[in-house]
């Protein structure tokens, strides 16, 4: 089983030191007051694994603002079955600007290599809207998703990024660009952008496998959703080689030249797709359902995912769910208790409301956290 039996916060957010030990598998449940610092908490969690965090939050959002000169850190017991490692993460006084990583007291050259050890799911109130807000939201979500199966995905996305920079400050900053540098660039990129497209069509169809599969044990409180990622370059690939495809995208991105130095960017790519979600039973596009019905199509994605690891890794992800139950009726609730409890492993929960939890399992570990920052372990 993995779960995380200890966990230590210094100078993190609002609290200054905090620790949590003798955690076990199973629910872990905050409770308090808006403000307090029930999502700090989660938060921590979420950078135990590759990236920015649940917030997508920068180096320097992290450190408690009182003591902004000191570093701040986030350490973690971590056991996977009888494998017991030791993970840290944050900065040093030394550098106070660059989040380090740390592996049984050995120093880490990025964060990549916590994908090892760790793979991270959560769901935020902000994701609420992810039907409703653009499409680079729904992008990065989907992106995120893939990253706890293909580490490399990130790396793929920052080399087509950074090309795509290059290309559109050489095409804006030159009347007559080096031709050979410019196809170098768009070379570059178009070898990125099918990798890119490529990984999203092929665990889009594993994800759809996964909702599909759910349906016997969702019941209806998670309605199926279809989904399709909406791309020139990810539709393509579908269809054709790969070589085919990067051959047509260098030629598009070559026509594509006087436009892009006025307009900047790439008038086609993979920065541009979609990820497009229906709900399956009204064959009704999911920014066009009701916000119930939106929440109850994301929370099946979320566990869907979590399925999904677990059939990956044979183990399940950690859960961060932050006031996932606020706006479920009681029986959708215990809907997902009852899922949360058949996936196993760790979930980390918080909630307002300690009436929210009365449903979930009696070994669930409750805490109280106060206006202070103190966090009490609940009887």
Not at 152 to 174: V, W
Request: net charge neutral; charged share 25%; with cysteine.
């Amino acid at each position: 089983m993995v779960y995380i039996d200890r966990l230590t916060l210094t100078n993190f957010r609002n609290y200054d030191a905090a620790r949590l030990d003798g955690l076990e598998s199973g629910a872990v449940i905050f409770i308090g007051a808006n403000g307090v610092g029930k999502t700090n908490i989660l938060e921590a969690v979420s950078l135990l694994s590759p990236g920015r965090g649940l917030r997508g939050a920068s180096v320097d959002d992290f450190v408690n603002r009182a003591k902004a000169d000191r570093p701040w850190g986030v350490s973690a017991d971590f056991h996977d079955g009888n494998v017991l490692t030791k993970i840290g993460t944050g900065t040093t006084a030394e550098n106070l600007t660059k989040r380090q990583v740390r592996l049984n007291g050995e120093m880490q050259r990025s964060q990549n290599a916590l994908s090892d050890y760790v793979a991270c799911v959560w769901l935020t109130p902000q994701m609420d809207r992810i039907f409703l807000d653009s499409s680079s939201h729904r992008r990065r979500f989907l992106d995120r998703f893939i990253y706890a199966f293909d580490p490399a995905h990130t790396g793929r996305l920052t080399r087509y990024e950074k090309t795509l920079r290059q290309r559109s400050r050489l095409l804006k900053d030159n009347a007559k660009p080096d031709a050979h540098w410019v196809s170098a660039l768009e070379k570059q990129m178009a070898e990125s952008a099918v990798a890119i497209a490529a990984a999203r069509v092929d665990f889009c169809t594993r994800l759809q496998e996964a909702c599909e599969r759910a349906q016997s044990l969702d019941k209806g409180y998670f309605p199926l959703a279809r989904l399709k990622v909406d791309g020139e370059i990810e539709a393509r690939i579908a269809k054709s080689s790969a070589l085919e495809v990067e051959n047509w995208f260098k030629t598009a991105l070559e026509d594509s030249r006087p436009t892009d130095a006025i307009t900047g960017g790439a008038a086609v790519g993979v920065h541009k797709s979609d990820l497009l979600v229906t709900m399956a039973a009204k064959e009704m596009p999911a920014d066009q359902c009701s916000t119930g019905e939106q929440k109850a199509l994301l929370i099946g994605l979320v566990l869907a995912h979590a399925r999904l690891i677990n059939a990956e890794r044979g183990a399940p992800p950690l859960l961060l769910l932050d006031e996932i139950a606020a706006h479920l009726d009681d029986d959708r609730r215990a809907a997902l208790y009852a899922r949360l409890a058949d996936l196993g492993g760790q979930v980390w929960l918080s909630g307002t409301d300690a009436a929210l939890f009365t449903r979930y399992e009696e070994r669930a570990q409750r805490f109280e956290i106060r206006d202070s920052g103190q966090i009490l372990r609940a009887a």
